[in-house]
């Protein structure tokens, strides 16, 4: 998914804010792109990683649109906000500390989006004060259960899982059947979220503003 900011009013108040999807459902950002120009827009990847989506898809996307003034900032996360979150969100499942603490990710086969889900995990670590033993959901070993299971087995009393997902679906629905202790809501809508998706677009704005001069 992408959040595509209308940057032509940025100074007046603002933004349009409009969503796209690089697969299976629509609109595409090609399709929003394409509906806003020559309006300058900001691209927001609302991705958790950087993969195959944030490096080809989008791209492709922005090309297909044949739009002359678009920027596209970088994916949502990892970011310390977004751990912030998932702190909170442990919390509101029952966490306390001393509890294990298993990071799910729904996993990637790209070694880039792999390495910024490990930063996401060391984040999470620093919030919460004890190792988030990282685990995928579908794409990537080891998955969720098998480490839920290992880090029961290495003596931890109880062990709860962090979602690294957006929102609720099928992904999330797996984690309990982890047979963890208790199971996080997704990152879901936050102010903190939201004040992140904002901050990706004011970060491109100055680009925008150099091709309206331009």
């Known amino acids: 998914m992408a959040a595509v900011f209308d940057g032509g009013i940025a100074a007046a108040g603002a933004p349009r804010v409009r969503t796209a999807f690089v697969d299976v459902l629509g609109p595409s950002p090609a399709e929003v792109l394409r509906d806003l ?59 306390r500390p001393g509890d294990a603490v298993v990071f ?20 999470l670590s620093e919030r919460v004060g004890t190792t988030a033993h990282l685990a995928y959901i579908a794409t990537g070993e080891p998955k969720v259960p098998e480490v839920v299971a290992a880090v029961r087995a290495s003596g931890a009393h109880r062990v709860f899982v962090a979602s690294y997902l957006l929102a609720h679906g099928l992904f999330h629905q797996r984690l309990h059947e982890a047979g963890a202790d208790g199971v996080a809501e997704p990152i879901g809508v936050h102010p903190a979220v939201v004040r992140l998706l904002t901050d990706r677009y004011f970060a491109a704005i100055d680009s925008l503003t150099a091709v309206r001069v331009a």
């Open 104 to 123: 799910a990710a729904a996993g990637s086969s790209d070694a880039r989006a792999r390495r910024d889900v490990q930063r996401a995990a060391s984040l």
């Open 37 to 95: 120009d020559p309006v300058p827009a900001v691209v927001v990847p609302a991705f958790l990683a950087s993969g195959y989506h944030v490096y080809q898809d989008v791209p492709r996307e922005v090309a297909a649109s044949a739009h002359t003034a678009v920027a596209v900032t970088q994916a949502m996360g990892p970011d310390p906000a977004l751990a912030e979150v998932m702190h909170l969100r442990l919390r509101a499942a029952g966490w």
